[in-house]
């Protein structure tokens, strides 16, 4: 086979905008990358903020910028791996559509129990049950560590996924050399990412989530930032504003200007799908939203975009105003979108992951030349975080619905369907529990009719945290976040009274933390599709990007279109 070299195209479009939440500090030695003169392009965009370099069209293959991702150690590496491969069923740009779910924090333990739960809620015994990925022919494993951590955060952890690089914790789509906070840092370390080149290919693409949009996931496939917790302007530090970095939510808008200031007119016509939460990211605090610089960013999107659909509820989404919508932006909650459990019970106004997911698809598949969508399960790693399984597998459980939905209405023989997480969680499930006993429930040993008990006599649940808050019981609570309000739980605990499969049960925990943390064990990779057959043994997680790149031949297809246009 050829090489990486020649194998993938080298291609890198230098977005503007420095995004997040807390993370572990990243290294980096602070060295200032050099940034190519400006090629000017005259066109209506946002003024470039004084004391960032502005980047005009780029010249693909001659400027140094370029060679950020294709030239990086960690992108050829993960392209040679995928090269090496003893046996190569899949042939270049086979699949027309790609779909890459994520199911953020869904650890290997969390598949297993999410399975069971599902199980027996349909009447089974629950083991021997299957989620709709678990049927995928080919799957694999990811190794999910960032350059900077064992224990991978998911900013880190989906700019591997959407840039085929690995890079520190906290940092979005942006190199390794780049200190976390240190806004001109990022300058010449910009990574292009998977979206980007689907819409330079002219493909439409999406980005779904039931977490802010801004939040790190979602924004990996869109931001430059080098820190995830920019998601507006109010949480740029002076010294970002300061140097030109821009937040995660202008970035998000204004996504087809900054393409087109670097590739010239007809680059891109923007994101079609965009659907999650974090409304007040986008509002200035004059319309009760969070931004202190004045803009109001849904309208801004909504001026640039009139054949386009915005939409706040189940109800707008489904009402059929989104039927000839060139583009959807849909933000159906002031931050997070509900939990699964709590939407049913507490918030039917908001639409389900499956329904986001079907109204994406709905739209991306009237491009002929194919689409690229991101759907992310973030609440996931929110119920885990919070200390409550039941929030989590609930989420898992949705998650597979969607991915369900996505099958049934996709065809197999061009749509590649990648199925990951990020990371995992120190989620345990453990004991002896007999088959069928209630997933959620505590331990009943095999033989047994009583709960079994522990060293010091007290019967334990099924799962269970190494790190978190610990247990409370609030009868019936389908909102996770309430554990936020109350005290650390530092001891062991009488369960025999209390409810382990009601909602509001929260799980013990062996070492009281303010927040459970993610765990560091690999992640399962489920693929079908054409591509699917390059899923196979214990990967990087970079590889991932690769593979989708090579199995839709986004680079070549990105190089073509933009050779055409100019």
């Known amino acids: 086979m050829r090489s ?14 420095c995004g997040s939440e807390s993370s572990p500090p990243a290294s980096g030695d602070g060295s200032q990358s050099s940034v190519p003169d400006p090629i000017q392009v005259t066109i209506d965009s946002p003024v470039v903020p004084e004391g960032r370099p502005e980047i005009g069209a780029l010249n693909l293959r001659d400027n140094p910028v370029v060679k950020n991702t294709t030239e990086n150690a960690r992108y050829v590496s993960a392209a040679d791996r995928l090269e090496n491969l003893p046996v ?7 699949a027309k559509n790609v779909i890459l779910f994520v199911g953020d ?30 049927n995928f022919a080919y799957t694999g494993l990811s190794k999910t560590y960032n350059v900077d951590s064992q224990t991978a955060d998911s900013a880190g952890t989906m700019t591997a996924l959407m840039t085929g690089v690995k890079t520190d914790a906290g940092i979005l789509g942006l190199a390794e050399n780049v200190v976390k906070g240190d806004c001109r840092s990022g300058f010449g370390n910009e990574l292009t990412t998977a979206l980007e080149l689907a819409e330079l290919a002219g493909l439409s693409t999406g980005v779904v989530t039931t977490a802010r949009l801004t939040h790190a996931t979602p924004a990996a496939a869109f931001a430059k930032s080098a820190d995830r917790a ?38 891109t016509d923007g994101i079609e799908v965009l659907m999650g939460g974090g409304r007040l990211k986008f509002l200035p605090t004059s319309q009760g939203g969070s931004r202190q610089d004045g803009r109001d960013l849904i309208s801004q999107w909504r001026s640039q975009y009139p054949s386009g659909a915005y939409v706040e509820s189940r109800a707008n989404l489904n009402s059929g105003s989104t039927d000839s919508a060139t583009h959807l932006f849909g933000l159906f909650a002031d931050s997070h979108m509900s939990y699964e459990q709590a939407r049913v019970a507490d918030a039917p106004a908001q639409p389900s992951l499956t329904e986001m997911t079907t109204s994406a698809l709905d739209l991306l598949k009237r491009n002929t030349n194919g689409y690229f969508l991101v759907v992310e399960s973030g609440r996931i790693d929110h119920g885990h975080h919070a200390g409550s399984a039941h929030a ?7 998650f597979s619905n969607a991915v369900r939905a996505a099958l049934d209405s996709t065809d197999s023989s061009d749509t590649l369907i990648i199925v990951t997480a ?14 069928g006993n209630p997933i959620l429930d505590k331990v009943v040993q095999v033989g047994a009719n009583e709960y079994d008990l522990d060293e010091s006599g007290l019967p334990y649940a099924t799962l269970s945290y190494i790190n978190g808050r610990g247990f409370r019981f609030v009868e019936n609570e389908t909102n996770a976040d309430v554990t936020y309000s109350m005290g650390i739980q530092y001891t062991r605990v009488d369960l025999s009274s209390v409810d382990t499969t009601n909602p509001g049960f929260f799980q013990e925990a062996l070492v009281p933390l303010e927040v459970e943390t993610h765990g560091a064990e690999d992640v399962a990779i489920y693929a079908t599709g054409p591509g699917a057959s390059l899923v196979r043994g214990t990967m990087e997680q970079s590889q991932i990007f690769h593979i989708m790149n090579y199995a839709a031949s986004l680079e070549a297809k990105a190089n073509s279109a933009l050779n055409r246009t100019r």
């Open 88 to 94: 190569q069923t899949a042939s270049a740009g086979q």
């Open 105 to 134: 924090g869904m650890g290997l333990s969390t598949v297993t129990t999410a399975r069971i739960l599902e199980g027996q809620k349909k009447g089974l015994l629950g083991e021997e049950n299957s989620l709709s990925f678990d």
């Open 230 to 267: 920019w998601e507006d302007d109010v949480d740029l530090i002076d010294d970002a504003k300061n140097n030109g970095c821009v937040d995660i939510a202008r970035q998000m808008v204004e996504f087809e200007q900054n393409l087109t200031q670097r590739f010239g007119a007809n680059a």
């Open 4 to 17: 990486s070299h020649t194998f993938f195209p080298l291609l890198l479009l230098l977005i503007s905008g």
């Open 392 to 398: 989590a597998l609930e989420e898992t459980v949705e």
């Open 422 to 435: 990020d990371h995992s969680h120190v989620f345990g499930f453990a004991g002896h529990p007999k088959r």
